[in-house]
């Protein structure tokens, strides 16, 4: 048997480990190289390529059902539970908290919530909208786990390491949001975001007042191919008087993007964080990537202003 194997950077050090472990009950194995951001981003390609007979996925929970023999290996981690009793701390004016975390601390919310209730909290914990598979677990694209407790909780807490999925269900929510990171031994609540994101988000639109050409940028990764709204968004710009053009990769190299002169803005069809909390990619491209709602705005904006000079 054939095995492509697969792992996000993160885990990429125990690539050696495994594949001689398939190695050695007589599978032939070969370790996919290329940057992965999820189970969004399968190896589909390559492993189509090499004609393997199954793909295995490290680190991430199914995404979506695709059409090749993929199996996942989740990473679980105890992190430790240490820094629960300094939180209590930041949680005192609030009864009633919403949990979540991602895949890899999933299974210690049981403990997390004992402990919280314990303390004299009411913990809700919600359902994912749909990529993310378990309750309270949250992507970065699947903030659901949060979005669902908003309106019945005081405050939420994220439980685990790292910005990147707290932001995503800071920025879908509106409750005091208080972040545990165990192996940083920091707490802290992360509400100034909010704000700054949207100024950031404004700030963007406004820049765009004057543009003409955008570039819409379509992933061909198996969770964020998105062709039906990128033309849709297309017929928007068209019928607007500007110009769109579709543009197409798998991963989008910012530096490479940055090359294709004359696109005033680019629109966002594939990961939905792309270009919302990455000012970097903004910095190297040299010009904004905006995501659709942003786009309609630019377009309402500069129809009112063309009403407004007749
Ligand atoms: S946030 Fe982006 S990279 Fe992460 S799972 Fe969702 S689409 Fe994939």
């Given at each position: ?5 697969q792992?996000?950077?993160?885990l990429k ?6 594949a ?5 009950e007589?599978?032939e194995?070969?370790?996919s190289?290329s940057p992965?951001?999820g189970a969004?981003?399968?190896a589909?390609d390559e ?8 793909l295995?996925h490290?680190?991430?929970?199914e ?9 996942y290996?989740e990473?679980q981690i ?11 701390e ?11 975390t991602t ?5 210690q ?8 209730e314990?303390n004299?909290?009411m ?11 378990k ?12 979005v669902?407790?908003d309106?019945?909780?005081?405050a ?6 790292g910005?990147f999925?707290?932001l995503g269900?800071?920025?879908n ?5 208080l972040v545990v ?5 920091t ?9 700054k994101?949207a100024?950031r988000?404004?700030g ?7 543009a003409?050409n955008?570039?819409?940028l379509?992933?061909?990764k198996?969770?964020q ?6 033309k849709i968004l ?8 500007l ?7 798998n ?16 629109v966002n069809?594939?990961c ?6 990455d000012?970097?990619a ?9 995501t659709a709602?942003?786009l309609?705005?630019?377009?309402t904006?500069k129809?009112e ?6």
């Amino acid at each position: 048997m054939r095995i492509l194997l697969q792992f996000p950077e993160g885990l990429k050090q125990k690539a050696l480990e495994h594949a001689k472990a398939l190695e050695s009950e007589g599978k032939e194995v070969f370790i996919s190289a290329s940057p992965t951001f999820g189970a969004c981003d399968l190896a589909l390609d390559e492993a189509r390529m090499i004609k393997a007979d199954k793909l295995v996925h490290f680190g991430h929970a199914e995404f979506h059902h695709v059409d090749f023999n993929v199996e996942y290996v989740e990473y679980q981690i105890d992190a430790p539970l240490d820094m629960l009793p300094k939180s209590l701390e930041y949680l005192k004016d609030y009864g009633t908290i919403g949990l979540v975390t991602t895949i890899q601390h999933v299974h210690q919310l049981d403990a997390i919530k004992k402990f919280y209730e314990e303390n004299g909290k009411m913990v809700k914990i919600g359902r994912p909208f749909g990529f993310a598979k378990k309750p309270g677990q949250i992507l970065g694209c699947d903030v659901g786990s949060a979005v669902s407790v908003d309106r019945e909780v005081d405050a939420h807490v994220y439980f685990g390491g790292g910005m990147f999925h707290p932001l995503g269900a800071l920025l879908n929510t509106k409750k005091p949001f208080l972040v545990v990171e165990p192996f940083t031994s920091t707490v802290r609540f992360i509400d100034e975001y909010r704000d700054k994101y949207a100024k950031r988000s404004k700030g963007k639109v406004l820049s765009l007042i004057d543009a003409k050409n955008f570039g819409i940028l379509v992933s061909t990764k198996n969770g964020q191919y998105n062709i039906n709204l990128a033309k849709i968004l297309k017929k928007k710009i068209d019928d607007a008087g500007l110009v769109g053009e579709i543009l197409v990769a798998n991963t989008f190299d910012f530096m490479s993007l940055g090359n294709t002169r004359g696109f005033d803005a680019f629109v966002n069809t594939a990961c939905p964080r792309i270009g919302v909390d990455d000012a970097d990619a903004d910095r190297a491209i040299g010009k904004p990537i905006i995501t659709a709602n942003e786009l309609m705005q630019v377009i309402t904006i500069k129809g009112e202003l063309k009403h407004n000079q007749k």
